[in-house]
């Protein structure tokens, strides 16, 4: 099934579909606060056309994540997500999505990896079959 | 380390930790776009700062200076063979263990820094029946690997069995009330404000300044402070869960109780200087608030 359209881009980041799974992507030296973490939200869930599915996030774009953006992706930027990757480097990105993580605790299965081929297995096994 | 913007963000840092010891958790340490291990303490901070702003402190910005600090009590009785034959409640809160958790463990396991302080305080016991105990602090190894410090005695048992091991340590005031009363307030439809948690800040820093007068009346600290009773008095209630006078009292007992450790002053003039008249009121007063009557306590 091709999506309508199979490319979306907005001010914070880049959204794809590919294989059932989708791939977002934050643009280089990204702080995300609360209007950035509604933007993305919103424009994911419209991207994905009321499809739940597992999401590939790259992190390594991110430079920090306030405590209201924090909040608001764990609860509603859980929303029509199976599962959630977070694609990350070594230090920067690495520390704030294992601070999610643990603190701000999301509400759909969320790991992190640095391989994104790893991080593919693993939301493979949230594909709906 | 020495380069500018290493050096800059690491006065920034300091500058944070500062704050922070100060019980302001509104400061943030700008980014500097840089992906290398120093800001990743960066952005650390900062997020602690932020969920300490909103969690840890449940009453905004009242920084108690550690004397709101209660002071939890532990008991460990040890074998001769330095293990531990049996721990009070408050021995297992205070080093977060469950009773199997502790109870058959040699003390060496929980010591973190080893045996060393353990085995200098054993050496000063064992010469004679002195009743002087040393107090020394030792560090716990907590269950969750983070660790506990608190000031502990040994003394021998004198059916020559084994010893006891006193701990005290500060712990916080409980959390439970103090989110009940959060939605007291919340429910009520006025929640407290910051310029709120000042005042109570203020006259706060005030009475503790000023434990050796007698207290003003909460009228006249209202007038002082340019409020009015009512909130005065809500104010100290919700804060820090006690009335302005019981909060002055216990914190003159407080003081009394470090002046006996502290200084050669008679006990009897320590209390004078304390509020309190009769002697014999202080001591029992003094005992139930401290477990034992002040003619107990070790000084120095």
Partial sequence: ??????????????????????????KPDTVIDIEAAKCVVA???????DRRLPVLCDMQGVLSVDKAGRDYLASSGSVLASAVALLVAENVSLTVSTFYLEISKPAVPTRIFTEESEALSYLRGFLQH | MKRPHNHKRIVAMHQMLFEM???????????SGLDDELETLVVLMNMVAEELKESVLFSGFINPHG?????????????????????STGALALLGYGSSGLIGRPIAEVLGGGMEAYRTMKEQQSGGNSPLKGRSPLHFISDGSLS???????ERLSGG?????????????????ARENQEKSIRKGRYPTRSDARLIQKVY????????EPLPSVKELARMFGTNEFKLKEGFRHFLHTSIYQFYTDERLKR???????????????????????YPNFSRTFKRRFGMSPKDLERK
């Fill in chain 1, 1 to 26: 099934m091709i999506a309508a359209h199979d490319f979306y881009e907005n001010r914070y980041a880049s959204f794809w579909i590919a294989d059932g799974i989708l791939f977002f992507r934050y």
């Fill in chain 2, 256 to 278: 009394a109780y470090f002046m006996i450790e502290q200084t050669e002053i008679p006990l009897k003039r320590i209390a004078q200087m304390n509020g309190f008249n009769s």
């Fill in chain 1, 43 to 49: 424009d994911r869930i419209r991207f994905q056309d």
């Fill in chain 2, 161 to 177: 069995k084994g010893w006891v091991l006193s701990c005290l340590a500060p712990c916080l005031v409980n959390r439970g009330s």
């Fill in chain 2, 148 to 154: 506990v410090t608190a000031e502990c005695s040994l």
């Fill in chain 2, 67 to 87: 004397a709101q600090m209660l002071v939890a009590s532990a008991t460990l009785l040890l074998d001769e063979a330095d293990r531990i034959a049996d721990a």
């Fill in chain 2, 205 to 212: 820093d005030y009475i503790l300044g000023h434990l050796e």
């Fill in chain 2, 21 to 31: 010891a100060r019980g302001n958790f509104n400061m943030q340490i700008p980014g």
